[in-house]
């Protein structure tokens, strides 16, 4: 398996989304808190993408 360094904007993306989820644990947020642990998986989801597909 041959790991690549993720694009800018999809790390961008998956940090943006683990920082809500993170947020979203302490201060309510609408869909955020509801769903915080999802959103987190689908922030890694993102990374773990962006390093295994090559750009």
């Keep these: 398996m041959n790991l690549h360094t ?3 904007p999809i790390f961008a993306i998956s940090l943006v989304l ?3 989820a993170l947020i979203g644990h302490f201060v ?3 869909f955020i808190t509801l769903y915080g642990f999802w959103v987190a998986i689908i922030a890694y989801a ?3 993408a962006g390093v295994v597909m090559k750009t």
Excluded: E, N, W
Aim: no cysteine.
């Design 6 to 8: 993720p694009t800018v």
């Design 18 to 20: 683990a920082a809500l």
């Design 28 to 30: 309510l947020l609408p």
């Design 46 to 48: 993102i990374l773990a």
